[in-house]
């Protein structure tokens, strides 16, 4: 039964860094206009979804953790942000890099002090790269 479960996570984790890579990939390609357009009006929405879902995530992990009111107050300041950052249409894929940078980082310190399983920490580091990357792409393209 864990196997089957860790292995949909994996499914799942992978599954949801697909519109970034096709993302990337139209970032790369040359598509018409309004096609380009599309894509990457959905890959804001995409990506302010999964920032909002990561950082209640973070945001659920510390209410069991008082040494961890940092983390509350960051993971609310990260979602303000980036919806502000959307909303005055202000850099907000370069904060999103950024929000996505900070959000693995705070992974790694729940790692440090053993809050989560390194599986799941190589995972959502490898998913970050692959998010990272295709957003990359698509602001240099």
Known sequence: MVVNRKRLIYLLTYSGGIPFIIYAINSIFDYPKNYEQIISNSIDIYSLLIISFISGSHWGQ?????????????????????????????????????????????????????????????LRRNISLIVLLSLMLGLIF
């Open 62 to 122: 510390s209410l069991n953790n008082d040494n961890k009111v940092n983390v509350l107050i960051l993971s609310n300041v990260i979602i303000l942000g980036i919806w502000f950052a959307y909303i005055f249409q202000f850099y907000f894929k370069s904060i999103f890099l950024v929000a996505f940078t900070i959000l693995l980082w705070i992974d790694y310190a729940y790692l440090l002090i053993e809050k989560m399983n390194r599986w799941y920490l190589e």
